[in-house]
């Protein structure tokens, strides 16, 4: 029945209303996008080793660097990390300006720094997110300095090792808000909103497309004719004066 439906009404007669709401829904979005805050992400990636693993299967060793690799992503995300980094950072003290118990402090911690281990593997890639493209690499350069200098404080075992693959480096466009891919998104999915109302409710979505909300409504069309019945009055004395004159 709904496919019968959407067969006979010309939908194409709507395109005006379709761009009306492709173009409220991004001028929303990007809006939106425009006001929050500008993040600028620096990255960065280490190797994990472990020199009593050598000795083991190339399976066994792999899951051992795999191990300690889990290990020291949850190091670098814990609160004496944190700490850690902040003593020796300016640009972290910064990142953490705000956030005064101890609870909001390692949560903002955690927004800002992520932890990606490659599958199998003792590489972690490491992101940091501030508010400048300087703050963003001072951040990730004391984190991979704190990583080299005070592992066996953290992890106790000097079998373990931590090499940087991946000097630190920042991007050069903003990481966060993605404005461009925010707006493109929305409009993806409006569009598909659109098809799916077409195909799933096409009464419905007539009758909402039929209705006054774009344009003028039918009072303000009351009025504007109310109000031009004066001039339509006048033109036509005047043109009545204008014939007797001319039979006069």
Not at 71 to 97: C, H, Y
Not at 203 to 216: D, I, T, V
Request: hydrophobic residues 45%; glycine residues 6%.
């Amino acid at each position: 029945m709904n496919n019968q439906n959407t067969k006979n009404i010309k939908w194409m007669k709507y395109w005006k209303k379709y761009l009306a709401i492709l173009f409220v829904a991004g001028a929303l979005v990007f809006s939106v996008s425009l006001m929050l805050p500008i993040r600028y992400q620096a990255n960065s990636s280490v190797l994990i080793t472990q020199k009593d693993a050598a000795g083991l299967d190339a399976y066994k060793e792999v899951k051992s660097a795999e191990f300690t690799g889990k290990i020291v992503g949850q190091v670098i995300l814990s609160n004496a990390f944190m700490e850690s980094v902040t003593g020796q950072s300016d640009p972290a003290k910064r990142l953490l300006t705000g956030a005064s118990d101890p609870e909001d402090r390692l949560k903002t911690w955690r927004k800002a720094v992520r932890v990606d281990q490659v599958s199998n593997t003792g590489v972690l890639n490491l992101a940091v997110l501030a508010g400048s493209r300087e703050d963003a690499k001072s951040i990730m350069e004391t984190i991979v300095a704190q990583l080299g200098n005070d592992t066996q404080n953290f992890l106790a075992n000097p079998q373990i090792g931590i090499k940087v693959v991946n000097q630190p480096y920042y991007l050069g466009q903003p990481a966060y808000p993605q404005v461009i891919e925010n707006t493109v998104f929305t409009l993806v999915i409006i569009l598909a909103a659109i098809i799916l109302a077409i195909q799933m409710a096409p009464a419905k979505f007539q009758a909402f497309l039929e209705s006054n909300w774009l344009g003028r409504n039918k009072k303000s069309a009351e009025n504007i004719y109310f109000f031009d019945q004066p001039a339509k009055a006048l033109d036509k004395e005047n043109l009545r004066l204008g014939r007797l004159i001319q039979l006069g």
